[in-house]
């Protein structure tokens, strides 16, 4: 079982001291797009991440010293910032969680193309979605093409977790029998039906894949998760989408902006 995330666009230095274990596996074409953004300007940053010019300049200054040398690295899943990452607290993983999620959990990225939970990465900012002409290629997509879905196994299942951005770099690519992409709802107090929340959302694909490495899940148990409050609603699943419901979200302490 491979378990799929995605890449955030804010970074922080991880508090828990523990080093990158791995190299990311298509690190010679994240050298190749690098060397392509070190050639744009403030304005063009500005124009196609539609940011502000003082993080545009900060932005080309991350490029500018984005490095390879694993001394000035740091673990992937501990260095991204944002709602999933608070669910999946890899803080707390143990050395032996470490070791699974290696194995199992995957993170798609814009700049590296795919990652492993440690392997060792540089701060960055560069979206899947960004409307970024890289050389021959229109967009990150046609740049990335298969070889990000190259580099999962030939077969078995494949927990999709990550933001339709980035999962549309490999769902093309493989069987779609292989996939099953898990949605999480919560019940409106004022209606009292179930809806998309998307804070709730990401933190509880965090929550989600955290289960999945701690406990060591197996494919066919997928249906038991229970954690921050949600439940397997069999009547809003499928097969391949399997629903979670929560009645009272029960992850507000994991984001900041929850309290």
């Known amino acids: ?9 804010t970074m922080r230095t991880p508090a828990s001291g523990v080093a ?13 797009l690098i060397a392509h953004l070190r ?32 001394a000035e690295q740091a673990p992937a899943a501990a260095t991204f910032v944002g709602d999933i990452y608070s669910g999946l607290q890899v803080d707390s993983f143990s050395a032996a969680d470490r070791r699974y999620a290696d194995k199992h959990l995957r993170i798609l990225s814009g700049l590296y193309g795919i990652l492993r939970p440690f392997d060792g990465i540089s701060p960055y900012r560069l979206e899947m979605g960004y409307r970024l002409p890289v050389g021959a290629y229109p967009n990150l997509y046609r740049f990335w093409g298969s070889a990000i879905a190259d580099q999962l196994p030939a077969s078995g299942r494949i927990i999709n977790l990550a933001a339709g951005e980035y999962s549309k770099t490999v769902l093309p690519h493989v069987d779609p029998d292989r996939v099953v992409t898990p949605k999480f709802l919560t019940v409106d107090p004022k209606s009292k039906q179930p809806k998309f929340v998307v804070v709730h959302a990401k933190i509880a694909r965090g929550a ?9 899940v197996k494919e066919a148990a997928v249906r038991e998760f229970d954690d921050i409050g949600y439940r397997y609603d069999e009547k809003l699943s499928t097969p391949r989408e399997p629903a979670f419901v929560c009645q009272e979200f029960g992850g507000k302490g994991l984001s900041v902006r929850l309290t």
């Open 20 to 32: 990158p274990t791995g190299t990311p596996a298509l690190l010679d074409r994240a050298e190749e």
């Open 39 to 70: 050639k744009l300007s403030d304005d063009e940053v500005c124009r196609i991440m539609t940011v502000s010019a003082d993080l545009a300049a900060r932005t080309r200054q991350q490029y500018a010293e984005w490095t390879t040398d694993p």
């Open 208 to 216: 989600f894949a955290r289960w999945l490495v701690t406990a060591r």
């Open 1 to 9: 079982m491979i378990i799929l995330m995605h890449s955030s666009k």
